[in-house]
């Protein structure tokens, strides 16, 4: 039976994105997204509630990040969620995190508001150029294979320089 691990956001960048390198020199991306939902609470009240969410970012989309991205910058990021474990240096003890690794990422930023002014790239990103009648302007976007390049190693979770 086939199975599902799909994510999608539209949020805002708490902070500027944080970009390292692995030890073969592939960039990495850090970025803290954060969504918000508008709800009526039981007292009949609407209330406000943010939810933050750890996105990672591996190689081109990485570097797109890092020089476009800025802290109150609107993003979209299609990904998957994954779980990496660790031990805690000081107490020992073993640490979880769930993060979203992301493969897509449009910038839906204007001038102006946070995000930068990506308007494409020829070193291997691809970008595309649409809007729709609503108003959201999906206006820059890239993608990022499923698959490393042939030749090169997988990236596993101790490439993960934070």
Same mark, same amino acid.
């Given at each position: ?9 539209? *949020? ?18 850090? &970025?803290?997204? $954060? ?5 009526? *609470?039981?007292?009949? /009240? ?15 989309? $990485?570097? &797109? $990040?890092?020089? !476009?991205?800025? @802290?109150?910058? @609107?993003? !979209?990021?299609?990904?998957?969620? /994954? ?5 805690d240096k000081q107490?020992?003890? @073993?640490? !979880? ?14 001038? *102006?508001?946070?995000?930068?002014? !990506?308007?494409?790239?020829?070193? *291997? ?6 809007s729709s009648a ?9 993608h990022e294979p ?8 997988? &990236?596993?979770?101790?490439? &993960?320089?934070?």
């Amino acid at each position: 039976m086939k199975s599902v691990n799909k994510v999608i956001l539209i *949020g805002n960048l708490g902070k500027d994105p944080e970009i390292k390198y692995t030890p073969q020199g592939t960039p990495v991306a850090k &970025i803290a997204l $954060a969504t918000n939902e508008h709800f009526k *609470g039981k007292d009949g /009240q609407w209330q406000d509630r943010t939810e933050w969410h750890n996105v990672v970012l591996w190689q081109r989309l $990485a570097e &797109i $990040a890092g020089e !476009y991205l800025k @802290k109150g910058g @609107k993003v !979209y990021i299609e990904g998957r969620l /994954q779980t990496r474990s660790w031990d805690d240096k000081q107490t020992g003890q @073993k640490k !979880y995190m769930t993060e979203v690794v992301a493969n897509d990422l449009v910038l839906l930023s204007g001038r *102006g508001e946070g995000g930068g002014d !990506y308007a494409g790239s020829s070193r *291997g990103a691809s970008a595309s150029s649409s809007s729709s009648a609503g108003g959201n302007n999906f206006d820059q976007s890239v993608h990022e294979p499923e698959h490393a390049p042939v030749g090169s190693s997988p &990236i596993t979770d101790e490439d &993960i320089p934070f």
